[in-house]
């Protein structure tokens, strides 16, 4: 058997993607984060974002409708998404209005911010 105690930390998280210029514009440009320039080879197109120790790994892929029939939530705190730590929130709040991205602060009053990347992944941002 396995022990809880066995698990460390989260590595990455993956998001698939269409756009692989758009996408890195947002996640740099947009929200600061830094591209890592040591990508394995892999036998797609995409990329990895640094993330303190853990990274976020961005897949072009062909693209998979997780809602055939209706749109995703306005809030993305109610459909699948990465959660991240972050120092200030209201930094990422400016970037987003100033580049006319919709998000969401979160309903319960805690200092966090919700939003989607260009293919509609969900994000969270909390301030720590």
Not at 75 to 93: E, F, Y
Request: proline share 5%.
């Amino acid at each position: 058997m396995i022990k809880s105690s066995n698990y460390i930390a989260l590595h990455h998280g993956s998001l698939v993607i269409q756009d692989l210029s758009a996408s890195l514009d947002f996640y740099c440009r947009i929200l600061g984060m830094q591209q890592n320039r040591f990508r394995p080879e892999m036998v797609f197109e995409g990329a990895w974002l640094d993330i303190g120790i853990q990274q976020i790994h961005l897949l072009k892929l062909p693209r998979t409708e997780f809602y055939p029939d209706s749109c995703p939530p306005e809030h993305a705190g109610r459909d699948r998404h990465l959660a991240i730590h972050v120092q200030d929130v209201d930094s990422i709040k400016s970037s987003l209005e100033s580049h006319e991205i919709a998000f969401t602060m979160s309903r319960s009053g805690r200092p966090a911010l919700f939003c989607r990347d260009p293919d509609g992944n969900g994000l969270e941002f909390i301030q720590i």
